[in-house]
Every structure is written in C-alpha cells, then in structure tokens.
Antibody, heavy 122, light 107 residues
Framework: EVQLVESGGGLVQPGGSLRLSCAAS????????MNWVRQAPGKGLEWVSYISSSSDTTYYADSVKGRFTISRDNAKNSLYLQMSRLRAEDTAVYYC???????????????WGQGTLVTVSS | EIVLTQSPVTLSLSPGERATLSCRASQSVSSYLAWFQQKPGQAPRLLIYDASNRATGIPARFSGSGSGTEFTLSISSLEPEDFAVYYC?????????FGGGTKVEIK
C-alpha cells in the first residue's frame, strides 16, 4: 500500500524556522517527483513546491520562494521542506503529495499524505 | 499565473440528483486539468486527470469534460459519500494552481 506520512509540524514564532518531513513507503520513491501542497484553515489548496525524482529540478510558489527549500533523500525514502522566515500567513496544513507519473512529470497529485499542521504565531 | 475560477461556490442537491460543477481557466490549459474531492478532516483525493480520465478506483458516476478554458465535473447520481468539496487544478504552466473549490452539500 502506498503511504505518505508527514511529520514536523507545530507552533513556531513569526520569523522562525521549521523542517517538515514526509516518509514514503509502498512504492519506488526514487522514481517519482514529489510536491508539497498546503491548506490554510478553512481555505482552499495552494501548491507550494515541486522536486523531480533525482532532485535536479525544483519549483516554488512565489509566496514561499527564497524562504522555503524542498529536498529529498532517496536512500531514506524521504521528502523534506525546510521553512524559514515564517509568517502568520504560512499557517496551514502541509501535505506531501506524489506526482502521478512514474519516471516523468505528470503534474497530478496522487496520493496525498494526511498532512501536518504548522501554526505561526507569537 | 493561471487563475482557475470554480462555480458555483456551493451546490445544494439531494442524493440521487445530478451534480454539474464548472471550472474556468484564465488562459488555455489544453486538457491539463484535474479534479479532486476533499471530505472534512481528510486529504484530497484525485478523481479526474487530463480533463476526462478517471483515476484508479473512481466510480463511473464521476465524469469530466472540457478543454482550453472551460471544464466540467459531473456526478451522475449523488451518493451520500459524494457530499464534499471539489477542487480543479491545472498543470499546464508553473506555478501549478487550484480553483477555489465548490462545496456540494445536502439539500
């Protein structure tokens, strides 16, 4: 069974940093691109960042560019999101989501993890 | 950035009725559009990709159509488990973007 399990969320002060992790199992992690998508409380979905299977390509939403860094460790079947200079508007549930295409970019998120909540507040 | 506008915001229907949800793109996305379903407290689930292809395990009552800038998600006969929020998403151009969502609620 394909599983994605996020961790690392919590309460952080504005200007602080946090590192999210996503543990993948049930599929060949190194063959798939991965994404982070977030959802502010009571709001819609916002794509945050993308990383290719070999880490040679990354993309970011303008709202997080220069503050967030996506990375992965294929040997550990893990995806990461390093978040710095956090703002109140970064408060959201953060989901990791696998790209639906094996070996090549498809651009569809399937499946998703259960999410981890990040709260930025003093 | 491609803006996706979903309508209506809320759709009030009874079980057994047909649901028709709309997603309009600010510029052409060809057929590079997907639909997701999200229930309270759960992660989204992929329903439709490439505008009209059902994802694995999705019932045949869900169908997608459209191309360019106008897209539709149809649910032929609503089941109790279909009452949820639905989002469209485009992969034509970076950044990947989502619509604001349509809530299908029980009338």
């Amino acid at each position: 069974e394909v599983q994605l399990v996020e961790s690392g969320g919590g309460l952080v002060q504005p200007g602080g940093s946090l590192r999210l992790s996503c543990a993948a199992s049930g599929f060949t992690f190194s063959s798939y691109s991965m994404n982070w998508v977030r959802q502010a409380p009571g709001k819609g979905l916002e794509w945050v960042s993308y990383i290719s299977s070999s880490s040679d390509t990354t993309y970011y939403a303008d709202s997080v560019k220069g503050r967030f860094t996506i990375s992965r460790d294929n040997a550990k079947n893990s995806l990461y999101l390093q978040m710095s200079r956090l703002r109140a508007e970064d408060t959201a549930v953060y989901y990791c989501a696998r790209d639906s295409g094996v070996g090549s970019f498809q651009g569809w998120f399937d499946p998703w993890g259960q999410g981890t909540l990040v709260t930025v507040s003093s | 950035e491609i803006v996706l506008t979903q309508s209506p915001v809320t759709l009030s229907l009874s079980p057994g009725e047909r649901a028709t949800l709309s997603c309009r793109a600010s510029q052409s996305v060809s057929s590079y559009l997907a639909w997701f379903q999200q229930k309270p407290g759960q992660a989204p689930r992929l329903l439709i990709y490439d505008a009209s292809n059902r994802a694995t395990g999705i019932p045949a009552r869900f169908s997608g159509s459209g191309s360019g800038t106008e897209f539709t998600l149809s649910i032929s006969s609503l089941e109790p488990e279909d009452f949820a929020v639905y989002y469209c998403q485009q992969r034509s151009t970076w950044p990947l973007t989502f619509g604001g969502g349509t809530k299908v609620e029980i009338k």
